[in-house]
């Protein structure tokens, strides 16, 4: 256990819909990574967040989003979802800005 | 645009033998991390060791230990005596150390790892 948590654990919802998938870090971890793993594109990083505060943004589309609220707990906000979305998404935590990482569990998110 | 590559999508080890997954990695960069993690069935991104590139010294972590090779940008990990529990999927991982660079890990695709009892 890493004590990173995800909930939920898994998710099916259909095309068009609105879902949000929520992450704790590990206690005392200020930043907060979001990965999505997919068959065709593997392990792609997202968005990261330190301390409430955007730092990084990768391969995210427009219709995703995140936020860290001042508990430090993490939400990403996927909209109009397509097909193409479905995925396993995980959530990373490092006490530092650029300390070890490590996952929580992962969303498997199915869109029909 | 670092870039990691795993060039073995599967290989295959003997339970109590020795098996090494290699990785290569391209950057222009002269400090930054190397991990390797583990992806059981369960899907749970396990972390498995870690490299800090200005360290000479090869990372050791139980029956784990990396070879790495900072001139040839190689970065291989060696399991000995493996064990049923060791078959997942293996991913390396890259990440910057540059005050200003992201924190974000870049992984390669992957080594599927199968052990036989």
């Known amino acids: 256990d890493s004590g990173v948590t995800q909930t939920p654990k898994h998710l099916i919802t259909a095309t068009g819909q609105r879902v949000t998938l929520r992450c704790s870090p590990r206690?005392?971890?200020?930043?907060v990574y979001w990965y999505q793993q997919s068959l065709d594109q593997g392990l792609q990083f997202l968005i990261q967040?330190?301390?409430?505060?955007?730092?990084a943004k990768g391969n995210i589309l427009e219709r995703f989003s995140a936020q860290q609220f001042p508990d430090l707990h993490s939400e990403l906000n996927l909209s109009s979802l397509e097909l193409g979305d479905s995925a396993l998404y995980f959530c990373?935590?490092?006490?530092?800005?650029?300390?070890?990482?490590?996952f929580g569990p992962g969303t498997r998110l199915l869109v029909l | 645009a670092q870039t990691v590559t795993q060039s073995q999508p599967e290989m295959s080890v003997q339970e109590a033998e020795t098996v090494t997954l290699s990785c290569t990695y391209d950057?222009?960069?002269?400090?930054?991390?190397l991990f390797w993690y583990k992806q059981p069935p369960s899907r749970q991104m396990i972390l498995v060791i870690r490299?800090?590139?200005?360290?000479?010294q090869n990372a050791t972590e139980n029956r784990f230990s990396v070879n790495f090779q900072k001139a040839a940008k190689s970065f291989s990990l060696k399991i000995s005596d493996s064990q049923l529990g060791d078959a997942a999927m293996y991913f390396c991982?890259?990440?910057?150390?540059?005050?200003?660079?992201?924190?974000?890990?870049?992984f390669g695709k992957g080594t599927k790892l199968s052990v036989k009892p």
């Open positions: 490299q800090e590139a200005y360290k000479q």
């Open positions: 206690s005392g971890d200020l930043s």
């Open positions: 990373a935590s490092s006490d530092t800005y650029l300390g070890t990482q490590y």
């Open positions: 950057t222009s960069e002269s400090d930054y991390y």
């Open positions: 991982a890259y990440r910057g150390n540059y005050g200003g660079s992201q924190g974000n890990l870049i």
């Open positions: 967040y330190y301390n409430g505060e955007e730092r």
